[in-house]
């Protein structure tokens, strides 16, 4: 999940029990263009991506593997297709726009908007607007 995140734009990455002293620390270091990811799983990204050396010198570029949608979320797309207003709901979400933004760019409004995020959130099984764009990005919804 973590090199999704990453994968996907993230700059910087906490738990969910993280302290406010690291809280603020992350958003004080992300601002600053920096990446913070909580130490509790730092050396696990860390293994995952190192580059490997050969004895000779030569640089041989390691991949990460990063999963894309589990096969039922598939399914999900496929049973309950987001309708093209949706879609452009949804990039915007990815974008980062709040509802109110939105609103403005599609000319709706913020009523109209949460009714669509109510419905995205429905047709991907997502618990909030973060798991949707996760999703969406993964099953390649949007880009």
């Known amino acids: 999940m973590v090199l ?3 994968a ?3 700059d910087s990455y906490c738990m969910k029990d993280v302290s406010l002293d690291q809280l603020v620390e992350a958003l004080r270091i992300t601002q600053e263009g920096n990446s913070w990811i909580d130490p509790a799983i730092a050396r696990i990204v860390l293994r995952q991506t190192r580059e490997i050396v050969p004895p000779d010198n030569e640089t041989v570029e390691k991949t990460v593997t990063i999963s894309a949608a ?3 979320y598939n399914q999900i797309i496929e049973a309950y ?3 093209e207003r949706e879609l452009e709901v949804l990039q915007l979400i ?3 726009c709040s509802n109110a933004v939105i609103a403005e760019k599609l000319f709706i409004t913020v009523g109209t908007v949460k009714t669509h995020v109510r419905n ?3 047709k991907l099984c997502a618990d909030d607007r973060t798991q949707a764009a996760v999703r969406a990005l993964r099953s390649g919804l949007v880009g």
């Open 70 to 72: 589990e096969p039922e």
């Open 94 to 96: 990815v974008d980062g």
């Open 81 to 83: 297709p987001l309708t």
């Open 4 to 6: 999704a995140a990453f």
């Open 120 to 122: 995205i959130l429905n």
């Open 8 to 10: 996907a734009g993230a």
